[in-house]
């Protein structure tokens, strides 16, 4: 099996977790429209480089704790069916995970568009 097999391989088994998370996820699909929605405003409001620098962390972060707290619910699913204390220590703090980068995203976003946001109504 040559390199380019290999790395195609590996390219689509990430886009099949991906696709399993968006699709599975109702979470991971309010993380990529709000994603989305934080995309088109900072293209209208004007964001400058180090801003849009911050924006793409925040979404790559939360999105990745979200595709790692999907992988860990899979593997507790899959292990412990039944109910466990451990089980539930697994996925809350997989999913606390998730909340930590979302409360970061959330006042990134104040700070970068809370004075823009007061601005604009300002001028209506
Ligand atoms: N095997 C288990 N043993 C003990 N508690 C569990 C177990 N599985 C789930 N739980 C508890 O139930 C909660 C919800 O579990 P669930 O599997 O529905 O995942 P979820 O966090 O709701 O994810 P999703 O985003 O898929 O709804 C967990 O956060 C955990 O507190």
Not at 77 to 88: F, T
Request: glycine share 6%; proline share 2%; charged share 15%.
């Amino acid at each position: 099996m040559d390199w380019r097999h290999n790395w195609r391989r590996t390219f689509q088994a990430a886009i099949d977790g991906i696709k399993y998370a968006y699709t599975t996820q109702r979470n991971m699909r309010v993380h990529v429209y709000a994603s989305l929605i934080v995309i088109l405003f900072g293209i209208l409001l004007g964001v400058d480089t180090s801003e849009w620098l911050w924006l793409l962390l925040c979404i790559t972060v939360v999105i990745a704790a979200e595709l790692m707290n999907t992988a860990i619910e899979a593997v507790v699913d899959m292990v412990m069916p039944d109910q466990h204390p451990l089980a539930k220590i697994a996925k809350d703090t997989a999913a606390g995970a998730v909340l930590v980068t979302a409360a970061f995203a959330v006042i990134t976003g104040a700070i970068i568009f809370g004075g823009r946001f007061v601005t604009l109504i300002g001028t209506l």
